[in-house]
């Protein structure tokens, strides 16, 4: 009788065991797909986001590649405009423009003036100063405000940097500013040498029109290049540039002797 109730404990237990099983198997079944319903929506979720952040990508990148394109760029490399003695020149220009590109324009034409003095002419008389600080004083005074005024004029003129506009600059520049500055440059270095009115009209006669010659098969291509690619506001820098050679010729026939009017 111990035994069969035994058995029957037993069988009561074990049932007892399989619904509470069978009822934690059903809970489980009905709850867990609220949660995996729930973690798939928030991963849904989280993918839309990265979708979304991804569609504006590209509209990032063609807005900052709209932005370079628009905003301005100077002739040189950004890493060399931030390069010291270059960012300092250029601020030099934009704050003090006459000064700063008549300090240029006197330290090349001292420089022309070494070289012509140095290599070309190689006087047994020694290297003459004054003429250096002639050049230099011309430069400054006169070539370099000059310059600045003339390339603003031809811009405001011809805006453009079409083929048409540029080569209508370079018609003035050889037909207008060209033979003035060179007669200018002839006649003031001859009179602070003394000489006077007559010699330095006989000057002109015999040493203008070879001058300006050689400037039309020097000067074109130098213009060319400054009025198509270069900014107005470093126009004087490229033009002093160029005229380096140019103006050891021009020191050189500037200290051609005078022309007897006897």
Same mark, same amino acid.
């Given at each position: 009788?111990?035994?069969?109730?035994?058995? $029957?404990?037993?069988?009561?237990?074990?049932?007892?065991? *399989?619904?509470?099983?069978?009822?934690?198997?059903?809970?489980?079944?009905?709850?867990?797909?609220?949660?995996?319903?729930? #973690?798939?929506?928030?991963?849904?979720?989280?993918?839309?986001?990265?979708?979304?952040?991804?569609?504006?990508?590209?509209?990032?990148?063609?807005?900052?590649?709209?932005?370079?394109?628009?905003?301005?760029? @100077?002739?040189?490399?950004?890493?060399?405009?931030?390069?010291?003695?270059?960012?300092?020149?250029? @601020?030099?220009?934009?704050?003090?423009?006459?000064?700063?590109?008549?300090?240029? %324009?006197?330290?090349?034409?001292?420089?022309?003036? /070494?070289?012509?003095? @140095?290599?070309?002419?190689?006087?047994?008389? $020694?290297?003459?100063?004054?003429?250096?600080?002639?050049?230099? #004083?011309?430069?400054?005074?006169?070539?370099?405000? %000059?310059?600045?005024?003339?390339?603003?004029?031809?811009?405001?003129?011809?805006?453009?940097?079409?083929?048409?506009?540029?080569?209508?600059?370079?018609?003035? $520049?050889?037909?207008?500013? #060209?033979?003035?500055?060179?007669?200018?440059?002839?006649?003031?270095?001859?009179?602070?040498?003394?000489?006077? $009115?007559?010699?330095?009209?006989?000057?002109?006669?015999?040493?203008?029109?070879?001058?300006?010659?050689? #400037?039309?098969?020097?000067?074109?291509?130098?213009?060319?290049?400054?009025?198509? /690619?270069?900014?107005?506001?470093?126009?004087?820098?490229? *033009?002093?540039?160029? %005229?380096?050679?140019?103006?050891?010729?021009?020191?050189?026939?500037?200290?051609?002797?005078?022309?007897?009017?006897?």
């Amino acid at each position: 009788m111990s035994v069969a109730i035994k058995d $029957g404990l037993k069988i009561h237990h074990l049932r007892h065991s *399989s619904i509470r099983n069978l009822w934690t198997s059903r809970r489980n079944s009905i709850t867990d797909p609220i949660a995996t319903s729930n #973690g798939f929506a928030n991963q849904l979720a989280h993918q839309l986001r990265q979708s979304k952040s991804c569609s504006r990508f590209p509209q990032s990148i063609f807005r900052r590649t709209k932005e370079v394109e628009i905003s301005p760029t @100077s002739v040189m490399p950004s890493s060399l405009s931030k390069f010291g003695p270059v960012s300092w020149y250029l @601020s030099m220009i934009k704050s003090r423009p006459i000064v700063t590109k008549s300090i240029t %324009s006197a330290l090349i034409y001292s420089a022309a003036d /070494f070289s012509s003095q @140095s290599v070309v002419e190689k006087s047994s008389e $020694g290297y003459d100063f004054v003429r250096t600080l002639r050049m230099a #004083g011309y430069g400054m005074l006169i070539l370099g405000p %000059s310059l600045h005024y003339w390339f603003n004029f031809v811009s405001r003129v011809f805006p453009k940097r079409d083929l048409p506009s540029t080569f209508k600059k370079m018609a003035l $520049g050889q037909t207008v500013y #060209g033979p003035t500055m060179t007669a200018i440059f002839f006649s003031v270095n001859a009179a602070l040498q003394g000489e006077s $009115g007559s010699e330095i009209v006989a000057r002109l006669k015999r040493d203008l029109v070879p001058t300006i010659i050689s #400037g039309i098969m020097y000067w074109p291509a130098c213009d060319f290049v400054t009025f198509k /690619f270069i900014p107005v506001n470093l126009q004087p820098l490229v *033009s002093n540039s160029f %005229s380096y050679l140019w103006t050891v010729y021009m020191t050189y026939m500037a200290s051609l002797e005078k022309v007897s009017t006897a």
